[in-house]
């Protein structure tokens, strides 16, 4: 499935809060423009709330210890590195967003069995199409590692028998993936997982 850009809507926020909202420039966020191993396939704009992570995109500067949150506003620039990015950190933040299935790049495995609270990650990898920032693999195609983001969620209307829209029978988490590349829109509550867990 390919996507012509990051979510965007009235339903990508999950969860009233916690907001701790950080002001970045553009160039301080990855994986956007040309700050990633994608390359250019990834742009952000106003109204749009992509992933992202904070701060160095290699080893020496931090990766994968990195912030990481979504993206709430954006102000574009003169120039790309002087846009202003305002991302919510808080942990514990719902987003609805879409995620690649790749648990491994090179011999290509993918992840099939979902469950809540698996871990999914910032992944700058070039196989994720335009606007997918979030995979399930803890490294990306060149073999670094890629900090966590968070881990999946129920989202708002997924709660069997109860929640937003009434009943409902099933949930993201009622389903299996094909053993194959799949992008799907799933629920992911953000925490600062690579920091936190180090």
Known sequence: MANETFFAGTDWQQSSGPYTVVQVHESDIWPIADNSISGTKDAIDEGLHPVVA???RTA???????LTGVVVSFTAGLTVPLGLVRVNIAD???VRQIVNNHLTYGGETYETT???GYPVYVDDSAQLSEGVTLSFSPLNSAGVKNPQAGVLWYCQDEYADSGV???NLAATFDTTLLNSEVEQEFCVLLFNGSRELA
């Not at 020496?60 to 990195?66: F, K, T, W």
């Open 165 to 167: 829209g009434g009943p």
């Open 114 to 116: 979902l469950v809540p």
């Open 60 to 66: 020496a500067l931090g990766r994968p210890l990195n």
């Open 92 to 94: 514990g933040f719902i």
């Open 54 to 56: 904070i701060g160095g």
